[in-house]
C-alpha cells in the first residue's frame, strides 16, 4: 500500500524544497498541497471536522507554486493538490497549472480535486450556487480535458461554454494527469465513477463514518455503471496512526493512505515523519 504526506504549505511551516526531500528520502510516494485561497471572516459554514478552524487554513500557500518548488527538488514523488477547488478557479488557466507542472515535473503530477466546503470563499469568487457547485465542478473538470487533449479545444456546457482555442503546453501524462475526485459517499463515490480517476474519502470526519464499510458498495457501484473498480483506486485522507487500521486499510484494498502532518518547521515535522516512515514499513512488511 502507498503512503502519502500532506501539510498546509505557510511562510511558518518547514519550506517546500526541504519537505519533499524529506518525505521523498523516507519511502513515501507522494506529496500533497491543500487549498484555501482566504477564509472569509464573516463566515456561517461550519468548519467540517467540528470545532475551530486552524490557522493553517487561512495561511497556506498555492499548492501549484509549492508543488513546482517540490518538483524542482525530488525524482520519483508524485505531486498532488489535496484538493484543489476548481469551483474557485478558472478552467483555462487551471489547465495550463496543470498541464504546466506535469511538464515540470515529468508527468509525476495528481490533481485532487473537491467542491469545497467553504459557502462564503466560494462566493467571494462568483460561485454563489454552493448547492449547485458540483454541475460547475464537472463541467470545468471535463472542459479541461478537452484542453489537455485536443488540437483546437472547445467545450460547451450549461455553465462552462469555451469557444474553439489554442492552448498548449498539453501534460506528459496522456490522456492527462489523473483526476482523483474528493467526496463522501455515496456522492463523492458517484463523481468519482462518473468522471475520475480516483476517488478520494476522508477517514476522520465525524459524519461520514467508517469509510472501509463503503468500499464493496463503491466497487459495486463501478462496476454497474460499467467501470473497472481497479481503474478508480481509492486514495483516503485523515488516518489513524493505529497499525492496526492502517493495516485493515490495506487489507481491503485502499490504494493510498495520505497522512497530515503539523504546518511546522523541521523540529516537529521530521520526527512526525519518521513515526509514520516506521508505520508505513511495519504495514508494508518492512
Not at 22 to 44: K, N, T, Y
Not at 83 to 89: A, D, F, G, T, Y
Not at 151 to 179: F, I, R, S, T, W
Request: charged share 25%; aromatic share 10%; with cysteine.
Amino acid at each position: 500500500m502507498k503512503f502519502g504526506v500532506a501539510m498546509f504549505f505557510t511562510d511558518y511551516a518547514m519550506e517546500a524544497t526541504d519537505f519533499a526531500r524529506a518525505v521523498e528520502d523516507r519511502g513515501f510516494d507522494s506529496v500533497w498541497a491543500p487549498e484555501h485561497s482566504h477564509i472569509p471572516l464573516a463566515r456561517g459554514s461550519q468548519f467540517p471536522q467540528g470545532g475551530e478552524l486552524p490557522k493553517k487554513y487561512a495561511d497556506c500557500m498555492d499548492p501549484f507554486v509549492t508543488l513546482t518548488a517540490a518538483a524542482a527538488v525530488t525524482k520519483t514523488l508524485l505531486l498532488g493538490t489535496g484538493v484543489c477547488l476548481v469551483v474557485q478557479r478558472d478552467p483555462i488557466q487551471t489547465a495550463k497549472l496543470v498541464a504546466s507542472l506535469d511538464q515540470v515535473s515529468k508527468g509525476r503530477f495528481l490533481f485532487g480535486i473537491g467542491g469545497g466546503w467553504n459557502a462564503e470563499e466560494m462566493a467571494d469568487h462568483g460561485t454563489t450556487d454552493f448547492k449547485g457547485r458540483w454541475k460547475l465542478v464537472r463541467e470545468r473538470v471535463e472542459a479541461m480535458k478537452a484542453i489537455w487533449t485536443q488540437d483546437k479545444p472547445e467545450y460547451h456546457g450549461d455553465l462552462v461554454d469555451l469557444p474553439p482555442m489554442l492552448a498548449n503546453p498539453k501534460p506528459v501524462q496522456k490522456p492527462y494527469p489523473p483526476v482523483i475526485v474528493g467526496g463522501a459517499f455515496p456522492y463523492g463515490a458517484r463523481r468519482a465513477i462518473a468522471y475520475g480517476d480516483g476517488w478520494v474519502p476522508h477517514g476522520s470526519r465525524p459524519q461520514y463514518g467508517d469509510v472501509a464499510t463503503f468500499l464493496p458498495e463503491f466497487r459495486k457501484m463501478a462496476r454497474e455503471a460499467g467501470r473497472d473498480p481497479a481503474t478508480i483506486p481509492v486514495t483516503m485522507f485523515g488516518v489513524p496512526d493505529t497499525l492496526d487500521k492502517l493495516k485493515h486499510y490495506r487489507d481491503i484494498g485502499v490504494d493510498r493512505l495520505v497522512v497530515t502532518v503539523d504546518s511546522a518547521q523541521a523540529d516537529v515535522v521530521l520526527p512526525e515523519l519518521d513515526r509514520w516512515a516506521g508505520l508505513m514499513r511495519q504495514v508494508n512488511g518492512g
